[in-house]
């Protein structure tokens, strides 16, 4: 509710003319998160920053955010290579932050939280296997942004009960459905029985798609339409939550509604004779164009009336703005969030208690945190969300597959192993401590994984974190990381192309195969899908391998930080030396090829792994 004005009265004036005001109304707290991302991006980075479409629906917040050097355009296509941008909280297809890679723009990305629950909805559907019918009004940038999560033949939307007789689908098609955030709550409401009739296997939300501000808006106008001879809307003709609630003031019993952009508006249109008058604000108007028009209404007289609502409490955390500006053109995946995010739970997990050792804690923490590319992270936070579960769980398997990544590192650099003095452009954990303290602190961050995986914050049902730990103790075992590293260390002397693959495929296509089977573990998908994914991991793998012998036969140790050419020199067997340069480039495009033909019946919704397996196959560190 709106703090008490000293300009409304405390009564309704006695035979004057009365405006009632609605609580709650004006911006809620989507709206001033997505705001502030321009503002913050302004700040950051300077002058011009660019933004795919009206970042709200508003006209007077385009106008000022433009004055302050935000420059908006329709399409990524209009924006230059590299710049700043910012997509708008209404939500973007798939698609759309895939060009926006391609041509390296440095993306910010302000979806509203409740748009984006809808997205991850409706991708946890399609990958169940069901249809998808999508409640709204198709040409709106929400739904527009929705349909592009998914294969456009998997979705259908409808914005009335006639749109649902007119589904060209049988009636025992599974379906489920979902509800554009700003749609009419009392429209919603009729469609989804009407679908609910039609289709005998339909499921839907957990909880209403439509967003806490449309339900409290439309509510506190239907409280009040029926005593208003008028009700004045403040908002921009292209809101559709300004134009529902229109339409809720005439279904309450409002004889008049009217959706006005300003003060200016209210001469041409305002009735004469008009005694109580109602006043809302769509979700995206500015305070200072409301206040315009209470004193548009003052002069004309009005007393003013603070009605009673809901209180709206609710807060975002705000978009983050930070960029990566050193590879501009590296996968969103990699966003310093992601990094971060998981570098927090791994710091976490190690914790700062004075009973233990401090000096393993520092060893854990230095080769824990120490950079690189977090891409088996990255891999398990987008299966995850790919397949609908909770970012917070994946992130905390991601910790614990860093963690042993870290530990395999640690362990790989040792003198009895490669006997590396470098790691990531900085001393291994063997030379910056010692050896002794190296294997005790990869041992530490091995049990670490097992610790953080087992704990019910990973995911509440015991069987998926039992299912975590086993994957992951078959991973590090004798078909898995260790079995690997022996082959690798131990050959035979005329190793054939089945013996380098399996020792490929334990060395590294083990941890990455795990990574993927964590998202599967923590979402939600049926039993073809996950054995595309698995057929994918293994593939993956075996790609981000080649890559790694083709980087030390041919790389840049600048780049790569860390000794190359390593392997022919030790006499290590690796693909390049077994198969050739011509024949190992060949396997790579394979592989290549056989990851996006895997990835394709998962449509928009795998463009993640699809730049993820990019990133392997391309990588030059």
């Known amino acids: 509710m709106h703090a008490p004005n000293p300009n409304i009265d405390d009564a309704l004036s006695v035979g004057g003319k009365s405006v009632l005001l609605a609580n709650p109304r004006g911006f809620c707290a989507g709206v001033r998160r997505a705001i502030r991302a321009v503002e913050d991006a302004l700040e950051a980075y300077g002058a011009p920053v660019y933004v795919r ?122 379906v489920a459905y979902a509800v554009q955030t700003t749609f009419s709550v009392g429209e919603a409401a009729t469609v989804i029985e009407a679908i609910k009739a039609r289709f005998s296997d339909c499921v839907g939300p957990r909880s209403s798609d439509i967003c806490y501000a449309t339900t409290n808006r439309q509510t506190a106008v239907a409280a009040i339409a029926a005593q208003c001879d008028v009700m004045l809307i403040v908002g921009d003709t292209t809101s559709s939550n300004a134009r529902r609630l229109v339409e809720t003031a005439v279904a309450a019993g409002c004889p008049q509604a009217i959706l006005v952009e300003g003060a200016d508006d209210l001469p041409r249109c305002f009735p004469a004779g008009a005694s109580v008058v109602g006043l809302s604000a769509a979700a995206s108007a500015p305070d200072e164009v409301i206040e315009e028009v209470c004193g548009w209404l003052r002069e004309q007289g009005f007393a003013f009336n603070e009605m009673a609502g809901a209180e709206e409490a609710m807060k975002f955390r705000p978009v983050s703005v930070a960029l990566d500006d050193r590879k501009p053109s590296t996968s969103l995946l990699f966003a310093a969030d992601i990094h971060k995010d998981v570098d927090e739970a791994i710091l976490e997990a190690i914790g700062h208690s004075p009973s233990r050792s401090m000096r393993l804690a520092d060893a854990m923490r230095y080769a824990a945190t120490g950079g690189g590319k977090r891409f088996r ?166 790609l981000f391998q080649l890559q790694d012998d083709f980087l030390d036969a041919a790389g840049d140790e600048r780049a790569v930080g860390k000794a190359l050419r390593k392997d ?21 495009e394979r592989l290549l090829a056989s990851c996006k033909t895997l990835l394709e019946s998962f449509g928009d919704s795998a463009a993640g792994l699809l730049e993820l397996t990019r990133f392997a196959a391309q990588r030059t560190c």
């Open 53 to 174: 479409r009206a970042i709200v629906h508003n006209r007077r917040v385009v106008e000022s955010l433009e004055q302050r050097g935000a420059v908006f355009v329709q399409e990524v296509s209009e924006i230059p290579e590299g710049a700043v941008t910012i997509l708008s909280a209404h939500g973007s297809a798939a698609i759309v932050k895939s060009e926006a890679q391609q041509a390296n723009l440095r993306v910010v990305d302000a979806i509203c939280p409740l748009v984006a629950k809808v997205h991850s909805e409706v991708v946890q559907w399609h990958l169940q296997g069901r249809r998808v019918i999508l409640i709204g009004h198709v040409d709106h940038p929400e739904i527009i942004g929705t349909i592009g999560q998914i294969p456009r033949r998997e979705i259908f939307v409808v914005g009335n009960v006639a749109d649902v007789d007119a589904l060209q689908l049988a009636a025992l098609t599974p």
């Open 377 to 542: 992270a990255a891999l398990t936070v987008t299966v995850t969300h790919m397949l609908g579960g909770s970012r917070q769980m994946a992130l905390r398997a991601a910790a614990a597959i860093e963690c042993v990544h870290a530990q395999s590192l640690v362990h790989d650099d040792l003198p009895c192993m490669d006997n590396d003095d470098l790691r990531r452009g900085r001393p291994t954990l063997h030379r910056r401590f010692d050896e002794a303290t190296a294997v005790l602190a990869g041992d530490a961050l091995l049990a670490l994984a097992f610790e953080i995986l087992a704990d019910p914050r990973t995911h509440p049902e015991a069987e998926v974190r039992t299912q975590l730990v086993l994957r992951l103790a078959q991973t590090m075992g004798q078909d898995g990381l260790a079995g690997g590293q022996m082959m690798d260390l131990y050959p035979s002397e005329n190793i054939t192309r089945e013996e380098l693959i399996a020792c490929l495929s334990g060395k590294t296509g083990a941890l990455v195969r795990f990574a993927v089977e964590a998202g599967i573990l923590l979402g939600r998908t049926d039993a073809r899908r996950r054995a595309q994914l698995r057929s994918f991991a293994e593939n993956l793998g075996l």
């Open 568 to 588: 022919a020199a030790n006499k290590r067997k690796n693909a390049i030396l077994v198969l050739g340069s011509e024949a190992a480039a060949r396997e790579a």
